[in-house]
């Protein structure tokens, strides 16, 4: 029943390394996002695809590459991972962009930490 | 360039207070605002949203008022219970770029 997935819920790892975190949301949704939420709890826009191709891509360092294989799923890989990428990752999803009644739905968050 | 500010940043009421935590954003060309709950350690939940051409919403002991003249949303909580504890964000959609802003949160604490 669960809405919108995220894998995995922790993720430690070391600087340098590359890592990836899954998404998916079973709602039938035509939209999906990225948010990074940092150590102070503010939560900031990365990327948005919109039936499967990029609609928003904040600037964020090219080490971050969203990929969707389909509208239910959107990864992130992350190369040679730094210190200041420590943070939680929310994945998020609507029915349809543009629409003043577009509610998004979140995923439980990915807590990385980069040791 | 769209900012979102929440006031305060941290509330601690008794049980059963009345309580309003506001909003306020500096563009008022909004597609919608949306209320949302966050527990620690957990994702968003959506609370309410109010569409732009909308004024308020209510779902049970919450209500959400929009003046986008003014640049302002407010949450309101009746009865304000334990279970209540959590941060409360506020997010603004803008029309065109298809972001979403959200504020810094408030910390609501409601003692038993």
């Known amino acids: 029943d669960t809405a919108v997935s995220q894998t995995p819920k922790y993720l430690v790892t070391q600087m340098g390394n590359d890592k990836s975190i899954k998404c998916e949301q079973n709602?039938?949704?035509?939209?999906m996002y990225w948010y990074k939420q940092d150590s102070k709890k503010f939560l900031k826009i990365m990327f948005s695809?919109?039936?499967?191709?990029?609609?928003i891509n904040e600037t964020v360092p090219n080490r971050f590459s969203p990929k969707s294989p389909d509208k239910a799923h959107l990864n992130l890989h992350i190369n040679s991972l730094e210190l200041g990428d420590s943070a939680v990752y929310f994945c998020a999803s609507s029915h349809r962009e543009g629409s003043t009644a577009d509610t998004q739905y979140f995923g439980p968050g990915t807590r990385l930490t980069v040791l | 360039k769209q900012e979102v500010t929440q006031i305060p940043a941290a509330l601690s009421v008794p049980e059963g207070e009345n309580l309003v935590l506001n909003c306020s954003f500096t563009d008022s060309a909004i597609y919608n605002l949306q209320w949302f709950r966050q527990d620690p350690g957990k994702g968003l939940t959506s609370l309410l949203l109010?569409?732009?051409?909308?004024r308020e919403q209510t779902s049970g002991r919450l209500n959400a008022s929009l003046d986008k003249s003014s640049g302002r949303s407010t949450l309101y909580i009746a009865a304000s219970q334990p279970g209540d504890s959590a941060t409360y964000l506020c997010?603004?959609?803008?029309?065109?770029?298809?972001?979403?802003?959200f504020g810094a949160g408030t910390r609501l604490f409601v003692k038993a």
């Open positions: 997010a603004v959609r803008r029309p065109g770029g298809f972001k979403t802003i």
């Open positions: 109010i569409q732009s051409s909308q």
């Open positions: 695809y919109n039936n499967k191709e990029l609609i």
């Open positions: 709602l039938g949704h035509d939209t």
